[in-house]
């Protein structure tokens, strides 16, 4: 059952219900063993950061900033803030000192958390530039601090301003002051365009998120929740809280690269993540069945076509399957697709919800068919995540994003965009009236910049309206749809479509280098170097026949006619993507010119 209190006393009020049973299971920077933590404890340590805060000078609705990889301490520094009434901003752990120094004196940031050595490396380059900015508290209690640097300090120490609770009183009384109108985060969006936005959330729209949630998504006590996306991210951020509301365990997950281990190790029922985390399952399983002799390939091919008959032809549109089919199921279900899922730590799989990009439906089948509920949704920061989404045991369809949550209202523009209305919309931007005014449309709809359609209750996504190119023939592409089709190759790690005002469409592709390497050893192709290998005219005409079997399905015109392959990964140090990882199409045109005008020669 639900316990949906105000930010400020929500843990507090789950260590009333659940008391020693456990709340979170982490691993210490930089450890190797998985500790747990119960809800009690979970709660005295967030008491003891909002009387430290206290101690420190922190007002009501002041703005504390949070720079840090997932971890114990940034749940405490959370709900230990928003415990006085404070508000936090998070930061991506990969962000430019740059953005740092930007957020920082943007919001007037006197404390700033940081988690490891990178983080406080980062903080304290820019201290000098950010006027406001007085203290950085370390979560790591391995960074080395500067000799020079009177001013920083150890997450440790920091709790001893508030040991012993000496300003509790006080923090019960701002508790029984907080109101819904309280902002509990400025998002800072990175964006694919122009300076980041600070998108206001307040407790209000939390609590309208979690009331609709909770009809609709069905995480609950008994369920092991995976933290594997950054806190940061509005995503994870809602989905977390939405578990604390549940009274389920958290698992977090503090460095991305070891998700599938954490999986292997801590067996979750349940994860948010991006689509291109099942792509690389996807992958990972096609790679394997390639490798497995013929009958095991045989065995499996005919599972996955049993399994999606059962699960996407049947299921998903609400239909009985024959009882036939599901005897025969339930039987590869028990010992081909739980070996598989055995293999990717999932035994015990509740639901995963997924969000954040396309979703290609050849890996949606997949995914569905081995037995794993994916649960494919659409937000956006300024709607504090979810929007829509499917909903377990009612009818859905691959491609959709499900249906809109309760309270939401969506209308599509003349244009074709999607537009909504409803208690978990973003009150606007912060310090950015005249954006707030651009973003929604005179009879208070906010404008997504998301162009799609209704169909029988459900919510299908077409591309983004900004994201369109058209080619000097007039034809309008959509690159992010092109992309999607082309990331379930397992040779294809990135991939940038190119075609604005060109006479056709071209891509700059990133391959996953150790399976390419491995391609040219076996077919005998020499290379000293990655630059060799993205050359070599054999290893393009096997990416070329890759890529014209995944495309066979698109328009002429969206077909890519030419490519280069790249010997190195677009990268946020050089301005190419955001700190969610999408690309900034606009830097990748400038950084790649060369290489693009190349593709276009006669």
Not at 48 to 58: D, I, R
Not at 100 to 122: C, H, N, P, T
Not at 503 to 527: C, D, G, M, Q, T
């Amino acid at each position: 059952m639900q316990t949906n209190s105000h930010l400020s006393r929500l843990i507090h009020d789950q260590a009333k219900n659940y008391g020693d049973r456990e709340a979170l299971v982490y691993k210490d920077f930089g450890g190797k063993e998985w500790k747990s933590m119960s809800w009690n404890q979970f709660s005295d340590n967030v008491k003891q950061v909002s009387n430290a805060l206290l101690n420190l000078g922190v007002k009501v609705q002041e703005n504390v900033g949070v720079f840090s990889q997932n971890s114990i301490q940034y749940l405490f520094t959370d709900f230990g803030a928003w415990g006085i009434r404070a508000v936090t901003i998070p930061f991506y752990a990969t962000s430019s000192e740059q953005q740092i120094q930007f957020m920082v004196s943007d919001a007037k940031i006197r404390f700033l958390f940081v988690g490891e050595q990178e983080q406080y490396d980062k903080a304290r380059r820019v201290v000098s530039m950010c006027q406001s900015l007085e203290r950085i508290i370390i979560f790591d209690k391995n960074v080395r601090i500067s000799t020079h640097d009177p001013n920083a300090m150890y997450f440790d120490d920091f709790l001893k301003y508030g040991e012993n609770l000496p300003r509790q009183t006080e923090v019960e009384s701002l508790q029984a002051q907080a109101s819904m109108d309280d902002i509990a985060n400025i998002l800072y969006t990175s964006g694919t365009t122009g300076d980041s936005k600070g998108v206001i959330l307040t407790c209000g729209q939390y609590h309208a998120a979690f009331v609709a949630n909770d009809k609709c998504v069905p995480v609950g006590e008994k369920d092991r929740v995976l933290n594997f996306l950054p806190f940061t991210h509005i995503f994870e951020k809602g989905w977390k809280i939405l578990s604390i509301t549940e009274g389920a365990t958290l698992i977090v997950n503090t460095y991305p690269l070891e998700v599938q281990q954490s999986m292997k190790e801590t067996h979750p029922t349940c994860m948010s993540s991006v689509p291109r985390f099942w792509e690389k399952v996807y992958m990972g399983v096609q790679e394997q069945i390639d490798k497995a002799s013929a009958p095991k390939r045989k065995l499996f091919q005919h599972a996955l076509s049993v399994g999606k008959k059962h699960n996407i032809d049947y299921l998903s549109k609400g239909k009985r399957p024959p009882l036939a089919l599901h005897l025969e199921y339930e039987m590869l279900n028990r010992t081909v697709f739980s070996l598989v899922r055995k293999e990717l730590g999932l035994e015990n799989a509740h639901f995963f919800p997924t969000a954040g990009a396309t979703v290609n439906p050849k890996v949606e089948e997949f995914v569905h068919a081995i037995g794993i509920n994916m649960i494919v949704g659409y937000g956006l920061t300024e709607s504090l995540a979810t929007v829509s989404c499917n909903h377990l045991g009612k009818p859905w369809t691959v491609g959709g994003v499900g249906i809109p949550i309760e309270g939401i209202d969506i209308k599509i523009s003349d244009e074709g965009e999607v537009l909504l209305k409803g208690p978990t919309i973003t009150i606007g931007y912060y310090n950015r009236d005249d954006l707030t005014r651009e973003a929604f449309t005179e009879d208070g709809y906010f404008k997504t910049g998301d162009s799609g359609y209704l169909k029988d209750g459900e919510l299908f996504l077409k591309e983004r309206i900004k994201d369109l190119y058209k080619t000097s023939n007039g034809k309008y592409i959509a690159p992010q749809m092109i992309e999607s089709k082309l990331l379930v190759d397992k040779f294809i790690d990135q991939i940038a479509i190119i075609a604005d005002q060109r006479k056709f469409v071209s891509a700059l592709i990133i391959p996953v280098y150790p399976l390419l390497e491995e391609y040219a050893r076996e077919h005998h192709i020499p290379f000293e170097n990655r630059e060799e290998l993205c050359a070599d005219p054999r290893i393009n005409e096997m990416m070329k026949e890759r890529i014209d079997t995944l495309q066979q399905q698109l328009a002429h015109y969206e077909q890519i006619k030419r490519f280069t392959l790249l010997p190195h990964h677009f990268s946020m140090e050089k301005g190419e993507l955001t700190n969610t990882l999408k690309l900034k199409r606009r830097v990748l045109n400038e950084n790649y010119r060369k290489e693009i005008d190349k593709m276009y020669e006669e």
